[in-house]
C-alpha cells in the first residue's frame, strides 16, 4: 500500500487574528481601510514605523534643536563659564557723554535720575548677567585714543557708539571708525543718542534717520537706534543680550584676553634681574586655545614668557 510521509516543511498560512470578527473586509469597513501595523522591535530605525505626521514632527524637532544651538554658539551662550559679551562704548562725537551709556545700561531699570546720580559710582569694565541670567556682559568704555581703542575692538562683540545729535562725527571719531572697519568691525553695533529733547518734535525723526544712515557708511553695519529715555532701556537690553555674533579674523588664530584685573607679586628670584617684576593678570580667554609655551605679547610693553 502507498503512504506518505508528512513533510516538515509545509506551508502553513497565518491566522487570521480578528477572530471577533467574520472576516477582513468587516474589520476594513469598520476602520475605513486603516489598519494599525505591528511595530517591529527588532528594528534599529526609530522612524520606521512612525507615521508621516510623527515623522514630520520628529525632523521639525531635530531641526529646531539644531537651531538652538547654533544660536547658543553665535550668541555666545553654553558651556560651564562661557566668556561674557564684551561691549565697548565709543563716543563719536567730542561732547558725548559714554559714561552715560554705561549706567544706562547697568541700571537699566532704574529712572534717569537715579542713573544720573550713580554715573561715576562704577569705573572701569563691569560684568553683569541680563535677563534671567542666561547671559553675561561686560561693559567697558573706550578712550578716544587710536591704539588703546584697536587693543579693545580685537576682543568687542558689540560696538556701542554715542553721539549728541546737535554735533557731527568729528575727526577723530572719523579716524577710529575707519581704523575699526579696516581693522576687524564687530557684526553688532548699536548707536545711543543723546540730546533728541534739543530738537524739534517735528524734526527728530529726520535728524535720527540722518544719523542712521551716516553710522552705517562710517561701519559698514546695520545699526540699531537706541533712545536716551527710560522706556528705551528694555530694547537695549533685548539688543545686547540677543544679538548674533559673527565670525571674527581676529579672534580665530591666535589667543586674546582683556585683563579684568592685575596683580603685581614680589619675585625675589635674582635671575629675573633687578627691573622685573612678575604680575598675575586675570581675565577671560578668547579666540583660540592659550598654551603655557607661548609668548604672550603685552601692548606698549614687550613680549614675555609665562611663569
Do not use: C
Not at 557684526?187 to 530738537?199: L, N
Not at 559698514?220 to 537706541?226: A, E, L, P, Q, T
Not at 555674533?245 to 635671575?271: F, K
Amino acid at each position: 500500500p502507498e503512504f506518505h510521509h508528512r513533510s516538515s516543511l509545509k506551508q502553513q498560512n497565518k491566522g487570521f487574528k480578528g477572530a471577533s470578527l467574520s472576516s477582513k473586509r468587516s474589520v476594513k469597513r469598520i476602520n475605513s481601510g486603516k489598519v494599525e501595523t505591528e511595530k517591529s522591535l527588532g528594528s534599529s530605525s526609530t522612524n520606521e514605523h512612525l507615521g508621516k505626521t510623527q515623522r514630520l514632527n520628529a525632523a521639525r524637532q531635530a531641526r529646531d534643536s539644531k537651531r538652538a544651538e547654533l544660536l547658543k554658539t553665535r550668541r555666545g551662550l553654553g558651556g560651564v563659564a562661557p566668556a561674557p559679551r564684551l561691549v565697548v562704548i565709543l563716543s563719536v562725537t567730542k561732547h558725548a557723554i559714554s559714561a552715560n551709556l554705561k549706567t544706562k545700561i547697568i541700571n537699566w531699570q532704574a529712572s534717569a535720575e537715579e542713573n544720573e546720580s550713580m554715573r561715576d559710582a562704577e569705573t572701569g569694565s563691569v560684568t553683569m548677567e541680563l535677563g534671567r541670567g542666561n547671559q553675561r556682559i561686560t561693559v567697558i568704555e573706550s578712550p578716544r585714543e587710536l591704539l588703546p581703542f584697536l587693543d579693545l575692538i580685537m576682543v568687542a562683540d558689540v560696538l556701542a557708539l554715542t553721539f549728541q545729535v546737535d554735533e557731527k562725527v568729528d575727526a577723530m571719531g572719523d579716524l577710529l571708525l575707519s581704523a575699526a572697519r579696516n581693522f576687524s568691525m564687530p557684526a553688532a553695533v548699536i548707536a545711543y543718542s543723546q540730546g533728541i529733547e534739543t530738537v524739534a518734535s517735528t524734526k527728530r525723526t529726520a535728524t535720527l534717520k540722518a544719523w542712521q544712515e551716516q553710522l552705517q557708511t562710517l561701519t559698514g553695519r546695520d545699526i540699531k537706534m537706541i533712545g536716551d529715555k527710560k522706556e528705551d532701556a528694555p530694547q537695549l537690553i533685548r539688543f545686547l543680550e540677543g544679538s548674533k555674533l559673527g565670525p571674527r579674523s581676529t579672534t580665530v588664530h591666535r589667543p586674546l584676553l582683556l585683563a579684568d584685573d592685575v596683580t603685581l607679586i614680589s619675585n625675589d628670584a635674582p635671575d629675573y634681574g633687578a627691573d622685573t617684576v612678575t604680575v598675575a593678570v586675570t581675565g577671560y580667554l578668547r579666540g583660540a586655545a592659550l598654551s603655557p609655551n607661548q609668548l604672550i605679547h603685552v601692548p606698549a610693553q614687550g613680549t614675555f614668557q609665562m611663569a
